[in-house]
C-alpha cells in the first residue's frame, strides 16, 4: 500500500511497486496544507477536509471526492478532474478554470463563487448544484446536466451549452449572452431577467419556462418552444424567431420590434400591449390568440397570416367572429387595409367592428376600423 506522511505544511505519499493501490484518505483532514506532485487519481477521498489548500501537480482524475471540503481551495486551475466523483463536494470559491471535468459527478455540488470559464465539462451531472454567481463564460457544458441547478447571476457568456438540460433550473439574471443553447432543454427553468442577448436558442425546448424580463435582442429562436413560457415585457427586439411555438404563452408587454417571426405560431397567446413594429408575421398563425392593445405599424408583415379567430379578453372571452371563422387570408387584409390609413395601435383587441366586419365581410376599411383607431 502507499504511505501517507504529513509533515508541518507539507503532504505525500511514499512510491510502492504495486501501481493498482489506490489511497484511502476519506475523512482526512488537509486544511491549509500543501499537497504536491502526488497520484490519487481513483482514490478514496471521500468527506476529505480540503479547505484553502495548495494543490500542486496533483492527480485527481477518478477521484472519489464526494462531500468533500474544498472550499477555498488553491492552484486547481486547470487539474484533470475527469471522472472524479464530487457529488455534494463543496467547490465553493474555487478557480477550476481550463481544468478538465468531463464525465464528472457534481450532483448536489456547492459551486457558487466558482471560476468555471473555458472549462470542459462535456457529459458532467451538476443536477441540483450550487453555482451561484459562478463564472462559466466559455465553458464546454455539451450534453451536460444541470436540471434544478441553482445559477442565478451566473456568467453563461459564449459557453457551449449545446443539448444541455436545464429542466427547472434557476437562471434568473444568468448572462447566456452569445451562448449556444442549441436544441438545449430549458423547460419549467427560471430565465426571468437573464441576459441572452445573440444566444444561440435555436430548436431549444422553453415550454413552461419564465422570461420575465429577458433580453433575447438579436437571439436566434429558430423552430424553439415556448409553448406555455411566459415572456411578458421580455424583449425579442430584431430576433430571429422563425417558426417558433407560441402556442399558450404570455407575450404581454413583450417588444418584438423589427423581429422576424416568419411562420411563428402564436395559438391561443396573449400578445396584450405587445410591441411588433417593423415585425415580420410572414405565415405566422393567430388563431385564439388575444390582441388587446397592441401596436403594430406600415412595415409590419401580415402576408399570409392563417388566423380563424381572435378573442378580445384573455382568457378565451368575446370571440371574434361571433359566429364565423376568419375566411382565408381576411385577418391580414383588414390589417392592411387599416394600415393604409394610419399607423395603428389596436385598443381593445382587434376590435375594428369586428361583430359587423365578421358577419358583413364586405364592409368598407373606414368601417372596419372606426372604432379602433385612437
Same mark, same amino acid.
Given at each position: 500500500?502507499?504511505?501517507?506522511?504529513?509533515?508541518?505544511?507539507?503532504?505525500?505519499?511514499?512510491?510502492?511497486?504495486?501501481?493498482?493501490?489506490?489511497?484511502?484518505?476519506?475523512?482526512?483532514?488537509?486544511?491549509?496544507?500543501?499537497?504536491?506532485?502526488?497520484d490519487?487519481?481513483?482514490?478514496?477521498?471521500?468527506e476529505?477536509?480540503?479547505?484553502?489548500?495548495?494543490?500542486?501537480?496533483?492527480?485527481l482524475?477518478?477521484?472519489?471526492?464526494s462531500?468533500?471540503n474544498?472550499?477555498?481551495?488553491?492552484?486547481?486551475? /486547470?487539474?484533470? !478532474? #475527469?471522472? &472524479? @466523483? +464530487?457529488s =455534494? *463536494?463543496?467547490? %465553493?470559491?474555487?478557480? $477550476?478554470?481550463?481544468?478538465?471535468?468531463?464525465?464528472?459527478?457534481?450532483?448536489?455540488?456547492?459551486?457558487?463563487?466558482?471560476?468555471?470559464?473555458?472549462?470542459?465539462?462535456?457529459?458532467?451531472?451538476?443536477n441540483?448544484?450550487?453555482?451561484?454567481g459562478?463564472?462559466?463564460?466559455?465553458?464546454?457544458?455539451?450534453?451536460?446536466?444541470?436540471?434544478?441547478?441553482?445559477?442565478?447571476?451566473?456568467?453563461?457568456?459564449?459557453?457551449?451549452?449545446n443539448?444541455?438540460?436545464?429542466?427547472?433550473?434557476?437562471?434568473? /439574471?444568468?448572462? !447566456? #449572452?452569445? &451562448? @449556444? +443553447?442549441? =436544441? *438545449?432543454?430549458? %423547460?419549467?427553468?427560471? $430565465?426571468?431577467g437573464?441576459?441572452?442577448?445573440?444566444?444561440?436558442?435555436?430548436?431549444?425546448n422553453?415550454n413552461?419556462?419564465?422570461?420575465?424580463?429577458?433580453?433575447?435582442?438579436?437571439?436566434?429562436?429558430?423552430?424553439?418552444?415556448?409553448?406555455?413560457?411566459?415572456?411578458?415585457?421580455?424583449?425579442?427586439?430584431?430576433?430571429?424567431?422563425?417558426?417558433?411555438?407560441?402556442?399558450?404563452a404570455?407575450?404581454i408587454?413583450?417588444?418584438?420590434?423589427?423581429?422576424?417571426?416568419?411562420?411563428?405560431d402564436?395559438?391561443?397567446?396573449? !400578445?396584450e400591449?405587445?410591441?411588433?413594429?417593423? *415585425?415580420?408575421? %410572414?405565415k405566422?398563425?393567430?388563431?385564439?390568440?388575444?390582441?388587446?392593445?397592441?401596436?403594430?405599424?406600415?412595415?409590419?408583415?401580415?402576408?399570409?397570416?392563417?388566423?380563424?379567430?381572435?378573442?378580445?379578453?384573455?382568457?378565451?372571452?368575446?370571440?371574434?367572429?361571433?359566429?364565423?371563422?376568419?375566411?382565408?387570408?381576411?385577418?391580414?387584409?383588414?390589417?392592411?387595409?387599416?394600415?393604409e390609413?394610419?399607423?395603428?395601435?389596436?385598443?381593445?383587441?382587434?376590435?375594428?367592428?369586428?361583430?359587423?366586419?365578421?358577419?358583413?365581410?364586405?364592409?368598407?376599411?373606414?368601417?372596419?376600423?372606426?372604432s379602433?383607431?385612437s
Amino acid at each position: 500500500m502507499k504511505y501517507l506522511t504529513v509533515l508541518g505544511k507539507f503532504v505525500w505519499i511514499s512510491k510502492t511497486n504495486n501501481s493498482e493501490t489506490k489511497p484511502d484518505l476519506s475523512k482526512a483532514n488537509f486544511s491549509k496544507k500543501i499537497v504536491g506532485g502526488l497520484d490519487l487519481a481513483g482514490a478514496n477521498l471521500s468527506e476529505t477536509n480540503f479547505t484553502g489548500t495548495y494543490f500542486s501537480g496533483t492527480k485527481l482524475h477518478g477521484a472519489n471526492l464526494s462531500k468533500a471540503n474544498l472550499e477555498g481551495a488553491q492552484n486547481l486551475k /486547470g487539474t484533470d !478532474l #475527469s471522472g &472524479a @466523483n +464530487l457529488s =455534494e *463536494a463543496n467547490l %465553493s470559491f474555487v478557480d $477550476l478554470s481550463e481544468a478538465n471535468l468531463e464525465g464528472a459527478n457534481l450532483t448536489g455540488a456547492k459551486l457558487n463563487g466558482a471560476k468555471l470559464n473555458r472549462t470542459k465539462l462535456t457529459g458532467v451531472n451538476l443536477n441540483k448544484a450550487d453555482l451561484r454567481g459562478t463564472d462559466l463564460s466559455g465553458a464546454n457544458l455539451k450534453w451536460t446536466d444541470l436540471s434544478e441547478a441553482n445559477l442565478r447571476e451566473t456568467d453563461l457568456s459564449g459557453a457551449d451549452l449545446n443539448k444541455a438540460f436545464f429542466c427547472k433550473a434557476d437562471l434568473s /439574471g444568468a448572462n !447566456l #449572452s452569445g &451562448a @449556444n +443553447l442549441s =436544441e *438545449a432543454n430549458l %423547460s419549467g427553468a427560471n $430565465l426571468s431577467g437573464a441576459n441572452l442577448c445573440e444566444t444561440i436558442l435555436a430548436s431549444a425546448n422553453l415550454n413552461g419556462a419564465n422570461l420575465t424580463l429577458a433580453n433575447l435582442t438579436d437571439a436566434n429562436l429558430g423552430g424553439a418552444n415556448f409553448s406555455s413560457a411566459n415572456l411578458t415585457m421580455a424583449k425579442l427586439t430584431m430576433a430571429n424567431v422563425i417558426e417558433a411555438n407560441f402556442r399558450g404563452a404570455f407575450l404581454i408587454e413583450a417588444n418584438l420590434t423589427g423581429a422576424n417571426l416568419n411562420g411563428a405560431d402564436f395559438t391561443r397567446a396573449n !400578445l396584450e400591449r405587445s410591441q411588433a413594429l417593423d *415585425a415580420n408575421f %410572414s405565415k405566422a398563425v393567430f388563431t385564439g390568440a388575444c390582441l388587446t392593445d397592441w401596436h403594430i405599424n406600415r412595415i409590419t408583415n401580415f402576408d399570409h397570416v392563417i388566423c380563424e379567430y381572435i378573442y378580445r379578453v384573455y382568457p378565451q372571452q368575446e370571440r371574434r367572429p361571433l359566429s364565423r371563422n376568419f375566411s382565408s387570408g381576411e385577418f391580414a387584409k383588414l390589417c392592411k387595409k387599416s394600415l393604409e390609413v394610419v399607423d395603428l395601435i389596436f385598443r381593445e383587441g382587434i376590435d375594428f367592428k369586428i361583430e359587423a366586419i365578421a358577419e358583413n365581410p364586405s364592409t368598407s376599411a373606414a368601417s372596419q376600423f372606426d372604432s379602433g383607431v385612437s
